[in-house]
Structures are given as structure tokens and as C-alpha cells.
């Protein structure tokens, strides 16, 4: 091998192990690819996971379609969630459009509750508004002095749906899973005698996810069993139940569960993207809402690690002891009683941090644009590159998602090039770079951009040039 062919190689080495940029495939000799990349070319899947400027012209659309009271009547709190989902930005404090939104479901919550005799509120109902509380930092637990936690966590649900979203609500608002709680959802996909329901089954899986993430459970055997049945139910045409809203939470399901690179994800995110209508709609607001988050390249779990400033944690009890055996018959769990007298907990200081995102494009960075953000410190870079391609078009990016974590290959509209070895390589830099000069090697980042948290006073250049 040339010397020129030695040190592409160990380029080659050294990007591999990037995860989430740069390039796939420098050596003169095909290497074996890694699991979900085509071995035919070195690179990615082009499975958009991340389609952001579909999002943005859904996200436009569903905006349309707001009522002159700012709220989307009985669907003012599921659009509101999946707004958040598909675009957080949307959400800025300058944004009064956004502030008199997130009024108007406040003010529709408060008249329900206050009707809650004349017009009940179903568990759905309630989850529904809890999880679009706490989407938008609103704490559900000190709700006008109510507990919606509470309250859902007391509805029993009058179908299997219903009691899995709203043990998916309580777990993303930060609430601990009961050990019979989880039984009713194991109950629910382990009754051989029933048709299980895409929908059911799909949050059925995100909730269990939800409570395995608490770290006090291990589901991993349950989610499987319920994620083969789900997949068993997928069509040739990529679809579930033949309908947007079914597969869309399927695939909601399977990204959850860390498919997103698989065929079956693969096929059920061209149907969905087949459907999107030149308006920017997947037709009507229900379709549109259960695809938005997958347009932002997000679930409802991600309700439950959003950026938000901490509060106190809830009491573990003798019922949320850890379980490893699911078969022991079950106790009649305690009923918490509500205590006004309990100070409301006060949020913790966010410790934030001041960074810096900027974008190169050709050898001596003739286009170079950048934008300044003021994150909570530990965020993905990931997250900021989402805040930045909905902020700033020049900004969007498509990914696929294989073994290793987030691929970006292409961003600013240019896309990496195997001929030519045209290529993004992402830097964090100590200080800001000058257009054209390359920053030393030893600022390349070495993990992919989900597994990069940003600290303050970063300064992060992915710079597209040929390498």
C-alpha cells in the first residue's frame, strides 16, 4: 500500500469510531461494515430519521389550523404535545403566538376540571394534558393545586389504551411505576385470548421503556415479546392497521425500542412520508399530530428526558421496592392521600451553558454561518443541532441511525461524497476558528453527535471540505 493509501486508511480509523460524522469508508481495501450499513458502498442507510424540513411544513399547516381562541378545540393538548415534539423552538418565550397556546390549554384544562360533574374527564383526557404539561416544563403535579399525577394514577381507564397511555403519562412526568402497574401492562400483551391492538400494543412498549429506564426493572424480556407481536402485524407496504396514526405510533414504538435503522422501520417511514400532502398535512390534525414527533426525530418518551429545571424527586414507598419477579401474586396497593399542607418543591437552578455552532462548507470555508445558543450544560449536541436547523434553515441536517448511533450525512444541503472524499467532520474548538484554517486533529469530536454533551463556552465547527 502507497503511503498516501496508509494514511487514508488510518483516517479511515479513526473516523469509523466517530459514530455520528465524518466519513464511513477512506481504505483501499472494502472492510466488513458495520451492522445497518450498506457493505456495497461503506456508507449509511438513507433512512431519514430526522426529516426537518417535512416537519416544517407540517408544523406550518397545524399551525393554520389554530381556532381564533388560540387552541385547537378537544385537540388543543395532543397538538400542543406533538408541536413541542416536532419543533421546541416553536415554544420561545418570544414567541407570543406560542405563550397565548400554552394559555389557552391551561385556561381549557381549568374549565374542564372545574366541570369535571357535568363533563368527566377520561383517564385518555387527562394523560393527554399531563404529558403536555410536562413537555412544556409545567410541573402536572401543582396544577392550580391539583395533582394531575395523582389523578390519573387513580383512573383505572375503561380500555386497554387508555391504561397504558396514562402509565406512559405518570412515567414521563417523573413518576414512579408501581409494581402493580406494570403487572397491568405485562397483563395486557401476555392474554393470548385477546386481538392486540397496534395502537395499544405500541404504547404498551413505550411505557414499559419508560419504566425500564427508571432503573428498577428488567422488562428487556417483556418489550421483545411485545415488539415481535407488533411486527407481526406490519404489512407489505410498510403500514399497520393500513392507516397514518397506527404505524406512525408503531414506529414511534420502534425507535423506542432502537429499530430505527431496521427494514421494518424503514418501510413504515416511507408509507408515512408517502402520505404527506402538498399543504405540509398527513391529512387530517389526528393523523398529523401522531406523526409530528417522527418528523423532529422524536417519541412520546422523549417527553420524559426533556431539559427542564429539576425538581425533588417523589418518595420511594414499600410497593416501589424493585421487582425482578413478575409472576408473584400481587398486593393491593396502598392509595396515596393527598397532603396540602406539603410545600410545592422549588425548582433547582439550571446551571446553563453559553455555546457556539458554526458551519463551514468548501476547502477555504467560502460559506460559513454560525448561530449562539444558551443550553442547560450536559445537553446532546444532538439536541442543539435540532434547535439550530429550526431556527435557521441553512441549519437542517438529515441522519440515519445504524449500530453506532446518529449518522449525519448531510447538512446545509450538502451531501457527503464518497468520490472526491468530500466529507463533515465535526471539531469543538477552544476558541473561534479562522474560515479555511484547519483546527488541529486533536479537536476532531470522538463520539457521535447524541453521545457529545456540550459544556460551556464550546465552540463545535462541523466543516464539510475534502479530507
Known amino acids: 500500500m502507497s503511503p498516501s493509501g496508509v494514511a487514508k486508511a488510518l483516517l479511515f480509523l479513526a473516523l469509523l469510531s466517530l459514530g455520528g460524522c465524518g466519513a464511513d469508508a477512506l481504505a483501499d481495501e472494502p472492510a466488513k461494515a458495520p451492522p445497518g450499513v450498506d457493505a456495497t458502498n461503506g456508507m449509511a442507510p438513507e433512512d431519514p430519521v430526522m426529516v426537518l424540513p417535512a416537519a416544517a411544513r407540517a408544523v406550518q399547516w397545524v399551525v393554520s389550523q389554530r381556532r381564533a381562541d388560540w387552541g385547537w378545540g378537544s385537540d388543543t393538548a395532543h397538538t400542543v404535545l406533538a408541536l413541542r415534539l416536532a419543533n421546541a423552538t416553536w415554544f420561545a418565550p418570544e414567541n407570543l403566538e406560542a405563550q397565548l397556546v400554552m394559555k389557552q390549554l391551561q385556561m381549557e384544562l381549568v374549565l374542564r376540571l372545574w366541570k369535571h360533574k357535568e363533563l368527566p374527564l377520561s383517564a385518555g383526557h387527562l394523560a393527554v394534558n399531563v404529558m403536555a404539561l410536562v413537555a412544556l416544563c409545567k410541573d402536572p403535579r401543582a396544577f392550580y393545586s391539583k395533582d394531575l399525577v395523582a389523578m390519573v394514577e387513580h383512573q383505572e381507564g375503561e380500555v386497554d389504551f387508555e391504561v397504558a397511555f396514562a402509565q406512559l403519562a405518570t412515567c414521563t412526568a417523573g413518576h414512579h411505576v408501581r409494581k402493580s402497574r406494570i403487572r397491568k401492562l405485562l397483563d395486557i400483551i401476555s392474554d393470548q385470548d385477546k386481538i392486540h391492538s397496534v395502537d395499544t400494543l405500541s404504547v404498551v412498549i413505550m411505557a414499559l421503556h419508560c419504566a425500564q429506564h427508571q432503573r428498577r426493572h428488567d422488562l428487556r424480556r417483556f418489550i421483545d415479546q411485545a415488539m415481535a407481536t407488533l411486527l407481526h402485524q406490519q404489512e407489505p407496504d410498510g403500514a399497520f392497521n393500513s392507516n397514518l396514526h397506527s404505524t406512525a405510533l408503531a414506529l414511534q414504538a420502534m425507535m423506542a425500542s432502537q429499530l430505527a435503522g431496521s427494514w421494518n422501520a424503514t418501510r413504515a417511514q416511507e408509507y408515512i412520508m408517502s402520505h404527506q400532502r402538498p399543504d405540509g398535512s398527513f391529512g387530517g390534525l389526528f393523523d398529523t399530530n401522531a406523526v409530528l414527533p417522527l418528523l423532529g426525530g422524536r417519541t412520546l418518551l422523549d417527553v420524559a428526558i426533556r431539559r427542564c429545571p429539576r425538581v425533588e424527586e417523589d418518595t420511594v414507598d414499600q410497593e416501589d421496592a424493585p421487582v425482578d419477579d413478575f409472576d408473584a401474586p400481587d398486593g393491593v ?17 439550571e446551571v446553563m451553558a453559553n455555546i457556539t455552532y458554526i458551519l463551514w462548507k468548501g476547502n477555504n470555508a467560502t460559506e460559513n454561518f454560525n448561530l449562539t445558543f444558551s443550553v442547560p450544560v450536559n445537553t446532546s449536541f444532538l439536541t442543539v443541532m435540532k434547535m439550530a436547523a429550526e431556527q435557521d434553515e441553512r441549519f437542517v441536517f438529515s441522519a440515519s441511525h445504524w449500530g453506532n448511533g446518529f449518522y ?19 471539531y469543538r474548538l477552544p476558541e473561534p476558528p479562522v474560515p479555511g484554517t484547519k483546527p488541529d486533529n486533536k479537536y476532531v469530536v470522538g463520539t457521535g453527535v447524541q453521545e457529545t454533551l456540550v459544556r460551556d463556552k464550546d465552540i463545535f465547527l462541523f466543516w464539510f471540505h475534502q479530507i
Not at 396497593?333 to 437552578?349: I, Q
Not at 446545509?412 to 465535526?426: M, P, T, V
Open 333 to 349: 396497593p396502598p392509595v396515596p392521600t393527598e397532603n396540602p399542607d406539603l410545600p410545592t418543591p422549588t425548582p433547582a437552578a
Open 408 to 426: 449525519i450525512h448531510t447538512l446545509s444541503g450538502a451531501k457527503e461524497q464518497k468520490l472526491g472524499y468530500w466529507f463533515w467532520l465535526l
